[in-house]
């Protein structure tokens, strides 16, 4: 494993101690990695908190690991690491017990969508809630990805409906939440890959976590580099072992 949280330049300042921290996982993602994250940066900025950019990375076999560091390395708010096999949910998890903030908030380097951050952290900070999901199924959602994923999404909350007790509608994707409030959580977390988020948020709702949904615009920079049939067999292999993880072992 290797780490390039403290691999920084001389030169670079440490970052102050974030209010927020953002979680990426990235993968792959060499095209948009560098324009994604110095907007993103630059809209953090603007906005005014504190804030740390984690990129959790693993597996990449294009030049996302040396622009990662390269960004890391000029950036002081741009954290970045790099944990071996391709692994989404490893990633995410790993990147939020690195997280520093009062808030964190998981995000997607296809999407980085400050929209959702602002109203986000405006419900966290104003609300009762302690982790809100970017649900895009809920009304007033628009989901401009293509129908066969739209309606996978839909196929797959059905399946945790059906499966878990899952109340809510949506899993993946945008989400943010009170650190402190999600930590227990998440250690509690048993499977990894794409189920992760889901296991995450459906252990919050049964472990009375107060959650609301709010709805997103998803309107990704490029399609994913995994093709949705190819991902199939895995997820429904994974929502078994999240079947075992929380309906047996509890
Ligand atoms: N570290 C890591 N990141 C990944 C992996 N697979 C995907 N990602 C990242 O996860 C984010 C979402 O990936 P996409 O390829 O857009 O997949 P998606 O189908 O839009 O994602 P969902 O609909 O949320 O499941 C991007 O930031 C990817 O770089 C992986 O194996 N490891
Ligand atoms: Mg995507």
Same mark, same amino acid.
């Given at each position: 494993?290797?780490?390039?949280?403290?691999?920084?330049?001389?030169?670079?300042?440490?970052?102050?101690?974030?209010?927020?921290?953002?979680?990426?996982?990235?993968?792959?993602?060499?095209?948009?990695?560098?324009?994604?994250?110095?907007?993103?940066?630059?809209?953090?900025?603007?906005?005014?908190?504190?804030?740390?950019?984690?990129?959790?990375?693993?597996?990449?076999?294009?030049?996302?690991?040396?622009?990662?560091?390269?960004?890391?390395?000029?950036?002081?708010?741009?954290?970045?690491?790099?944990?071996?096999?391709?692994?989404?949910?490893?990633?995410?998890?790993?990147?939020?017990?690195?997280?520093?903030?009062?808030?964190?908030?998981?995000?997607?380097?296809?999407?980085?969508?400050?929209?959702?951050?602002?109203?986000?952290?405006?419900?966290?900070?104003?609300?009762?809630?302690?982790?809100?999901?970017?649900?895009?199924?809920?009304?007033?959602?628009?989901?401009?990805?293509?129908?066969?994923?739209?309606?996978?999404?839909?196929?797959?909350?059905?399946?945790?409906?059906?499966?878990?007790?899952?109340?809510?509608?949506?899993?993946?994707?945008?989400?943010?939440?009170?650190?402190?409030?999600?930590?227990?959580?998440? &250690?509690?977390?048993? !499977?990894? +890959?794409? #189920?992760?988020?889901?296991?995450?948020? *459906? $252990?919050?709702?049964?472990?009375?976590?107060?959650?609301?949904?709010?709805?997103?615009?998803?309107?990704?920079?490029?399609?994913?580099?995994?093709?949705?049939?190819? &991902?199939?067999?895995? !997820?429904? +292999?994974? #929502?078994?072992?999240?079947?075992?993880? *929380? $309906?047996?072992?509890?």
């Amino acid at each position: 494993m290797s780490d390039h949280d403290s691999g920084r330049s001389p030169e670079s300042e440490p970052a102050p101690h974030p209010r927020l921290s953002v979680v990426i996982p990235v993968y792959n993602e060499e095209k948009i990695l560098h324009a994604a994250v110095t907007d993103l940066r630059d809209q953090l900025t603007e906005f005014g908190w504190p804030f740390e950019i984690i990129l959790a990375e693993n597996g990449s076999r294009d030049g996302t690991v040396p622009l990662a560091r390269a960004l890391s390395e000029k950036y002081p708010e741009v954290r970045f690491f790099s944990l071996g096999e391709p692994n989404y949910g490893k990633a995410l998890r790993e990147g939020i017990f690195r997280a520093r903030g009062e808030f964190v908030m998981c995000d997607e380097i296809d999407l980085c969508q400050m929209d959702f951050y602002r109203r986000a952290l405006d419900v966290l900070t104003s609300d009762e809630s302690d982790l809100v999901i970017g649900s895009k199924v809920l009304e007033g959602a628009s989901d401009e990805r293509p129908m066969v994923r739209h309606a996978a999404t839909l196929f797959f909350n059905g399946l945790l409906r059906l499966t878990l007790g899952f109340k809510g509608t949506d899993t993946h994707g945008l989400k943010a939440f009170r650190r402190t409030a999600l930590l227990d959580v998440v &250690r509690a977390c048993l !499977v990894d +890959k794409d #189920v992760f988020a889901s296991e995450l948020v *459906i $252990r919050a709702e049964r472990g009375g976590v107060r959650i609301r949904e709010i709805p997103v615009r998803i309107l990704e920079k490029r399609p994913p580099s995994i093709n949705l049939f190819k &991902r199939v067999p895995n !997820v429904l +292999k994974n #929502v078994g072992k999240l079947f075992v993880a *929380i $309906r047996i072992k509890g």
